[in-house]
């Protein structure tokens, strides 16, 4: 994100075009996910000196082995502009674009490392085979289960597409799990549903329609 975007502003901004501010949007994915709170610095090589803003490059690294990372890109004195495009807008109304690193290829090199699958996102393959949501997609009300639960302790977090907490509850089990969750006054679209407990940390999507 550009530190001088003149249309989705650094420090967020309020009213009809509202955005967050992106120092806290950060740290709610570095929290979301357990990462460590302190990032490894890199500064991106100022490869082009022409395009009047540099980059620097902040990875929060996970804390398990089977934990996520969040990386984020910020440029400075960067436009509303996407960092190595073919097409440079004109700085006077949307900023600079930064030419020393490619967008498009560091989305594609954080993603490759991932394995995917249509039921949703998970950081473990074999805690998401012992995890579902049904019905899904569903009308706002739909059942957890989890087939074998070790611990005593688990945390129920889902959020919306921005990141915002839309239900959150504590449960107090063991073994097999099973738990209604009726979200039938949210909108519909996407939500992600993520399950933490002492040896699991897993976000699946859900999908809400009408």
């Known amino acids: 994100h550009g530190t001088t975007d003149p249309t989705v502003s650094y420090s967020g901004t309020s009213g009809i075009v509202a955005s967050t501010n992106i120092d806290s949007l950060v740290k709610f994915w570095v929290h979301f996910n357990n990462c460590n709170t302190t990032p490894t610095t890199t500064n991106v090589p100022n490869i082009n000196t022409a395009d009047n803003c540099t980059a ?12 996520s990372t969040v990386e984020f890109f910020q440029i400075i004195g960067g436009g509303h502009t996407w960092p190595g495009t073919a097409y440079i807008l004109p700085a006077s109304s949307s900023g600079n674009t930064n030419e020393d690193f490619n967008a498009c290829k560091e989305i594609w090199r954080f993603f490759s490392k991932c394995d995917a699958n249509l039921s949703g996102i998970s950081t473990n393959r074999n805690v998401n085979d012992q995890i579902s949501l049904y019905p899904n997609p569903n ?29 959150t509850a504590q449960e107090n089990t ?4 099973i738990k209604e969750v009726d979200l039938s006054k949210l909108a519909a679209g996407t939500y992600f549903v993520q399950v ?14 009408r």
Do not use: P, R, W
């Not at 490059?57 to 398990?64: D, F």
């Not at 009300?141 to 839309?166: A, P, R």
């Not at 063991?174 to 799990?177: D, N, P, Q």
């Not at 933490?196 to 329609?209: A, F, T």
């Open 196 to 209: 933490q407990s002492l040896d699991m940390n897993s976000v699946h999507k859900l999908i809400i329609y």
């Open 139 to 167: 009308n706002g009300t739909f059942k957890i289960s989890i087939n074998e639960i070790s611990t005593e302790s688990l945390k129920i977090n889902i959020t919306n597409i921005l990141g915002e907490t839309v239900y």
């Open 174 to 177: 063991s073994g097999k799990f």
């Open 56 to 67: 620097v490059h902040y990875t929060y690294n996970a804390q398990t082995t089977c934990g």
